[in-house]
């Protein structure tokens, strides 16, 4: 038998195959298509039409029938208001179980009613009476996908004790995690979003030739980071189109200070996670490169006494699928 893996986020979605009899990815798809369109047009119909297209694609190029897969797992902003199905958030503290008892199984005839788990999303408990200011509202937070990524990367790496999930994207995500797998609370920013935006959306983007960096240069990086520290992040920022006037460095290089510039930003976050009573055994580093590498060359120089492990590519990729899966079978399981 085979499942089907669904991971969809504002733009862009993937759908993964996946071999039960070994646990392997045998097929991927990425389809730019997300729950923006359902946002835009007022309508989740684009949506769910290009994934049930890729749904019958992938399908037809595998060579199996519906009958073959026995569920699909969604994840990520498909579960929220502007996706396919909408499923309340969890409240942390949060563990596989919790997650698999607030999703939801549902028969889309468009997925030819297949038995489809949508996994929810989890966001912070706080007290209501703290929200009235800037200082009271850091506490809140959400997250919708990152659960898997956090599930999936633990089943793989399997780390001891009390720890925190770095993973860095469009939203840079903060995960503490206990010792018990059982995620304790999240916290974001908007650190890639803002990478991207200013790269090709100010005067910058001449300056970075419409890129962000192609590798990580450890030197450049720093650089920019302690700009940030010393001069502050708008300064920082317009640093780079001096360095584009006045001295020989490249588009990458250029492009590695703007990052570290916006990375001190959410370094400066990371120090306003709750860590009272509980020690960080271990500290993780997922989300795709390059800024995987570029978190975890700043951690370990700022954070020497941290337990820092960078996941791999092959870990990163497969954490969706391994997350979803384990809530995924705990949801079965719980639903005979």
Partial sequence: MHSIFIDTGTTNSRIRLLDESNGSIQDTWKL???????????SNQTLKKKLAETIKQLLEENRLQPDDI????????ITSGLGLHEVNHVEAPA????????????????FYSIPTVYITGMKNRVNDDRLGGPLSINPYDVMRGEEVETFGLLHQIKPEGNGLMILPG?????????????????????GGELLEAVS??????????????????????????????????????YHVRLLDLFTGWSS??????????????????LHAVDQEDFELDWVIVGGSNPLRTAFYQLLTAHFSSWNVI?????QVDHSPVAGAREIGSIKFSLSD
Avoid: P, W
């Fill in 32 to 42: 730019a298509v997300g729950v923006k369109n359902s946002a835009v047009e007022g």
């Fill in 70 to 77: 026995s569920y699909i797992a969604a994840s990520g902003m």
């Fill in 95 to 110: 563990s596989l179980a919790d997650f698999a008892s607030k999703s939801e199984i549902v028969r889309e005839k468009e």
């Fill in 170 to 190: 469009s939203h840079t995500k903060y995960v503490l995690v206990d010792d018990h797998n059982t995620i304790r609370s999240c916290m974001s920013t908007l």
């Fill in 200 to 237: 090709k959306q100010t005067i910058l983007s001449s300056s970075l030739e419409n890129r962000l960096i192609e590798n990580v240069d450890a030197e450049k990086l720093e650089q920019g980071f302690q700009a940030a520290s010393s001069y502050g992040l708008t300064r920082s920022l």
């Fill in 252 to 269: 990458n290089q250029r492009a590695n200070y703007l990052a570290g510039a916006v990375l001190h930003e959410d370094v400066q976050a």
């Fill in 310 to 314: 960078e996941a791999t590519d092959e």
